[in-house]
């Protein structure tokens, strides 16, 4: 069975970082588009960051860019989301998905958005104090 487990969550003061990992069973990460997304309270679910397979080009949503940073770790069969400089806002329960591509239909999807990707982690929660 296809399985995705997010990792690394927690509580941290505003300016602290923390990791977050999606480690996949059943399946080979590295041969899909992987995202992160999350949900706050009350908030739609919202692209975070998300790589793709063919190139390794990634995507961040505006609010993200320039402190978190997305990466493989194709021997551990992982995709971890690195969060520095977080803010109260960031609060949210973070969770990674695949795309395999059943809902593109041209070379720019997958992007991030999280209609495109099929398979999802359970989430974990991440939590910045002020």
């Known amino acids: 069975q296809l399985q995705l487990v997010e990792s690394g969550g927690g509580l941290v003061q505003s300016g602290g970082s923390l990791r977050l990992s999606c480690a996949a069973s059943?399946?080979?990460?590295?041969?899909?588009?992987i995202g992160w997304f999350r949900q706050a309270p009350g908030k739609e679910r919202e692209g975070v960051s998300c790589?793709?397979?063919?190139?390794?080009?990634?995507n961040y949503a505006e609010s993200v860019k320039g402190r978190f940073t997305i990466s493989r770790d194709n021997a551990k069969n992982t995709v971890s989301l690195q969060m520095n400089s977080l803010k109260p806002e960031d609060t949210a329960v973070y969770y990674c998905?695949?795309?395999?591509?059943?809902?593109?239909?041209?070379?720019?999807?997958?992007?991030?958005?999280?209609?495109?990707?099929?398979?999802w982690g359970q989430g974990t929660q991440v939590t910045v104090s002020s």
């Open positions: 790589i793709r397979s063919s190139d390794g080009s990634t």
């Open positions: 059943g399946f080979t990460l590295d041969y899909y588009a």
């Open positions: 998905a695949a795309a395999f591509g059943g809902v593109c239909s041209d070379f720019t999807c997958p992007s991030c958005i999280p209609y495109e990707y099929e398979s």
